[in-house]
């Protein structure tokens, strides 16, 4: 399987211009600016017309709607476009989980306090998962943000959940623009593949794993 990944594409997805070959693509959230119905529906559109077998996406702290308004939102999601919220998906032999929260970030969507809340919800992650989506990352893998000083801005409790997923190839996310790139830790390749920098600019290209 090879897997196309984006996140953080911020309603700027038309500026990509052609993506790579693949068998899947993979958005780790964060679609549009303001999570408007208008917004969600370009995207779709837009995501719709990709040329993969499998289009998956979960909603990251901008989409509001999904939150706000699940049904309405998800309504909108169309024939061959498959959304994550808490929940699986298996494809060729891959077992899929994404879910969209994150520690507390401004007033954004998705957002939980640090602690039990959110470990309850890393804790619906099926123990046989092979790839992880998330919004954000785990606290300490690609989550420093650019502020002076740096601070790593993910989740301790995604973090501490990780161990348990013994099958775990690929964990997805986003969220935090600049720690942009990818790394792999035993068997499991971490990618933050957001597509905008800090000044929200589509300057990073889509990342390619195969698996």
């Known amino acids: 399987m090879r897997l196309v990944l984006l996140s953080d594409t911020h309603n700027l997805h038309s500026a990509l211009g052609p993506l790579p070959a693949g068998d899947a693509v993979l958005h780790a959230g964060d679609i549009t600016g303001l999570g408007t119905r208008p917004e969600i529906a370009d995207f779709l559109a837009w995501y719709g017309s990709l040329p993969y077998r499998h289009k998956i996406f979960i909603a990251g702290n901008h989409d509001f709607l999904f939150e706000r308004n699940p049904a309405v939102a998800e309504a909108l999601v169309p024939a061959g476009i498959t959304y994550l919220r808490d929940s699986a998906l298996e494809i060729e032999g891959l077992k899929i989980w994404g879910s969209p929260w994150q520690p507390w970030f401004g007033d954004w969507a998705f957002n939980l306090e640090r602690g039990p809340r959110l470990a309850e919800k890393w804790a619906r992650i099926p123990d046989d998962v092979d790839v992880l989506i998330t919004h954000g990352p785990p606290h300490g893998t690609l989550d420093q943000t650019a502020d002076h000083p740096p601070e790593a801005a993910g989740c301790e409790a995604l973090r501490e959940r990780l161990p348990a997923l013994a099958r775990l190839r690929l964990h997805q996310f986003g969220h935090i623009h ?34």
């Open 178 to 211: 600049e720690a942009y790139g990818q790394l792999t830790s035993g068997s499991c390749t971490f990618v933050n593949a957001s597509i905008c920098d800090r000044q929200y600019r589509p300057r990073n290209p889509p990342i390619v794993v195969e698996l």
